[in-house]
């Protein structure tokens, strides 16, 4: 019987797992609504006074998304001020809700990627992570991928999608 060979394991595909970059630490949401009278309305004396008594210091060391769950319509200050408040603590705070704070974090540590590895090869971009990668992140990989790759696929080596193949010339 003939040897099984592996040829996923044995071919010249580059895998980018966005899962690698994955900002690891703890992920909060602050809702504004929670300061507000009846989800709604902002009276900035009682609102003052919400933040001045809230505890902060439970987002230590947190990656915080600042929102507001309901359709009430804030001053722009209001958001601002919040992050006043959270900003001693928070190692990062954006406005928000949690896949805005994902895409974010992906936003920065794929800037900081050195994409020449990449250069004239076939890619797999790989899907199905078991941590929150939003689907903006594959986005962002791809802008910086195409330009470089001879090819880029989606998915998993056994199971992947074509996405782009560069024109030979």
């Known amino acids: 019987m003939d040897e099984i ?3 996923v394991a044995n071919s010249t595909l580059e895998v980018f797992d966005l899962e690698d970059y994955y900002v690891d630490g703890i992920r909060s949401q602050i809702d504004i609504s929670q300061w507000l009278e009846g989800g709604f309305l902002l ?13 902060f ?5 947190h990656y915080v998304a600042i929102n507001c769950s309901t359709d009430a319509i804030l001053p722009a200050w209001a958001t601002i001020l919040v992050s ?5 603590f928070a190692k990062k705070i954006v406005i928000g809700d949690l896949v805005d704070l994902e895409t974010q974090l992906y936003q920065e540590i794929l800037s900081k990627i050195d994409y020449s590895i990449y250069l004239n090869k076939a890619i797999i971009l790989k899907g199905c992570s ?5 689907q903006s992140a594959y986005i962002m990989a791809i802008q910086y991928l195409q330009p470089l790759a001879k090819s880029i696929m989606y998915g998993e080596a056994c199971s992947a999608v074509p996405l782009f193949k560069r024109k030979k010339l």
Do not use: T
């Open 5 to 7: 060979i592996n040829k």
């Open 43 to 55: 009276k900035e004396k009682d609102f003052r006074e919400s933040l001045k008594n809230y505890n």
């Open 57 to 61: 210091s439970q987002y230590n060391n």
């Open 84 to 88: 006043v408040y959270a900003i001693p």
């Open 130 to 134: 078991k941590k929150p990668v939003p």
